[in-house]
């Protein structure tokens, strides 16, 4: 009598003699699960249908060094698809800090301007000044989302699409960062 996990070892010994019917087998047999380990780790459905291909490709590439005595398949397989979600977290963590540079740029950009009177130049330099301090008061996500709102231009939609975040986040996030600016901001003046 064969048990779920002696099928699934079948499938990973014929997928690692590249039996391409074998991987088609054990992704209807898996994907449905794998796909909500995925999907809890990275939130977001699309990242998570990309994770998932890429580990079954990782599981093609990989299933020649599968051994029965360290682990389940599917346990195996379960960390495979952790270990993709981790990097795709990573990856968006590394697109956000870029992103965020490009702000400081643009923000820096901003700021520098030409023929500008001593007395606009050193009201500006205060202003930006107390921006500066109430912005760093923010949350990291606060801030990032309330700079590329203004600075971008971007609307709620956009802001949430761009940075794979649910629309009713970003416009917390934007509302709560906003009003706590405001009261930062009314200190200075």
Request: aromatic share 6%; hydrophobic share 40%.
């Amino acid at each position: 009598m064969s048990t779920p996990d002696s099928e699934l070892m079948n499938l990973l010994d014929r997928i690692a003699a590249e039996d391409a019917d074998a991987l088609k087998n054990l992704y209807e047999r898996t994907s449905s699960c794998l796909f909500g380990l995925a999907l809890r780790v990275v939130r977001n459905r699309d990242a998570a249908e990309d994770v998932l291909q890429e580990s079954y490709l990782t599981i093609w590439r990989s299933a020649g060094s599968y051994r029965a005595s360290l682990s389940p398949p599917l346990a195996w397989m379960g960390l495979i698809v952790r270990s993709r979600a981790l990097d795709a977290l990573r990856k968006r963590s590394s697109d956000r800090a870029d992103l965020m540079s490009d702000w400081d740029e643009t923000f820096a950009e901003t700021m520098a301007g030409d023929g500008v009177s001593p007395m606009d130049a050193t009201a500006a330099s205060e202003q930006a000044f107390a921006l500066h301090q109430c912005l760093t008061r923010l949350e990291t996500r606060q801030r990032e989302v309330v700079s590329l709102a203004y600075l971008r231009d971007l609307s709620h939609g956009e802001l949430a699409e761009q940075l794979r975040l649910p629309l009713g986040t970003v416009k917390t996030w934007i509302r709560r960062g906003l009003e706590q600016l405001r009261v930062c901001m009314a200190r200075y003046a």
